[in-house]
């Protein structure tokens, strides 16, 4: 009797983390490393593990070395989790036969194009830009991540289904100038596409199955726009697939690690707003040479960054040395943590490459590589 209730109470949550997924959310912390992590428990909740990323019921390691560098960028980091094969640094979505600036490679089929050809809802957020390497390596080919007029009208262009159906980020004046640059007009893409691009959440349509939201700033509320964009893909009854990009990088400390603490909220918030039909994914694209390097209990993390910000910017110096924190200002080459719940999340064990992540994502949707 015993035996069979304790199976009746283990079996729901085996199932869940061995089933299918109808959706996928992946998050990716850029520069998001173990030691961002720590750094960003500390400073918010003065424990180690505060954090809700850490309390995931599915924790492993991931290796993010690229075709041939250490040390990746995050064009080659999100092209190896979002299409399984590594690439070299600066490369979007194309295979190792591309050289940076000078000749493409082959088009690597990434897993919003899955989703797409499949004809489930796709969508990205960003806090850093629309056409960033991270969430550019989803929907882009190109052989230089600095080619972002190009990058951006490949959302319109899609080679799967009907393209990415929501994008909410920054980068509309550094868009439409390289649009320009390159003679095209930002109106004109909008409208040969017949895709509105809003300049705020607010224009969205309530009932709207697809939106594009170019914004100024990356200061805006990523919990209010990946609460919208879940709104939006979830009306597509055969499932969607999301990725949510916080930018990360501690280069400015503070602001790096707020916004690390800010992801994990989001995290948190969708983990529970989304049924038990998703995986959700937590990953970095790599490490950051951010280190606790002493400090105490108790004490703020940061006690002193500002002073030493000062004197780091009067000696012209971009690194960071405070009692309790030393920053490097350079991405690392150390393995980063995954973390995941949710159907399919029990393939995120042990020491992984960042390219397996890939096939954690494509097995819990059921689907096989083509
Ligand atoms: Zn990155």
């Known amino acids: 009797m015993k035996k069979v209730l304790l199976a009746i109470l283990l079996t729901p949550a085996l199932l869940t983390a061995q089933g299918r997924a109808k959706n996928v959310v992946l998050f990716l912390a850029d520069a998001g490393g173990i030691s961002t992590i720590t750094a960003a428990s500390l400073h918010a909740t003065g424990t180690p593990r505060g954090l809700s990323i850490q309390q995931m019921p ?14 990746t960028d995050s064009a080659a980091g999100m092209t190896a989790i979002v299409t399984g094969q590594r690439t070299h640094n ?11 600036g000078k000749s493409d490679g082959t088009p690597l089929k990434t897993i919003l194009e899955y989703a797409e050809q499949r004809g489930l809802a796709t969508g990205l957020v960003s806090n850093d830009s629309l056409t960033g ?12 991540r600095g080619q972002s007029a190009a990058i951006f009208q490949q959302a319109f262009a899609p080679r799967f289904g009907d393209g990415v159906d929501v994008m909410i980020g920054p980068g509309r004046a550094a868009i439409t100038k390289a649009l320009a640059t390159a003679g ?11 895709r ?38 979830s009306r597509n009854k055969k499932g ?18 707020d916004r690390m603490v800010a992801l994990d909220k989001v995290v948190a918030r969708m983990s529970t707003t989304v049924g038990r039909d998703t995986l959700v994914l937590f990953a970095a694209d790599h490490s950051f040479d951010i280190q606790i390097r002493g400090g105490l209990l108790g004490k703020p993390l940061l006690e002193g960054l500002e002073a030493e910000e000062a004197k ?17 200002n350079a991405h690392t080459g150390e393995p980063v943590m995954v973390a995941a719940t949710g159907p399919g999340a029990d393939r995120v064990r042990g020491y992984m490459q960042n390219t397996d992540l890939f096939r954690v994502m494509l097995s819990a949707f059921g689907w096989k590589e083509n």
Request: avoid cysteine; hydrophobic fraction near 45%; glycine fraction near 4%.
């Open 58 to 71: 599915h924790i492993a390691l991931s290796d993010t070395t690229t075709a041939s560098q250490l040390v």
């Open 90 to 100: 600066g490369v979007i979505a194309q295979g190792p036969d591309a050289v940076r």
């Open 133 to 144: 390497a991270t969430p550019a390596s989803l929907y882009a080919h190109v052989n230089d």
């Open 184 to 194: 095209v007009d930002i109106g004109t893409v909008s409208a040969t596409a017949r």
């Open 196 to 233: 509105p691009i809003h300049a705020a959440l607010s224009e969205v349509p309530a009932d709207a199955r697809r939106a594009i939201v170019l914004l100024d700033s990356s200061a805006f509320d990523l919990e209010e726009a990946v609460l919208a964009a879940h709104r939006i893909l």
């Open 240 to 257: 969607y697939f999301l990725m949510v990009e916080g930018d990360t990088h501690t280069d400015n400390v503070r602001q790096g690690l």
């Open 312 to 328: 780091a910017a009067e000696e012209k110096r971009r690194n960071i040395r405070i009692p309790a924190v030393r920053m490097d």
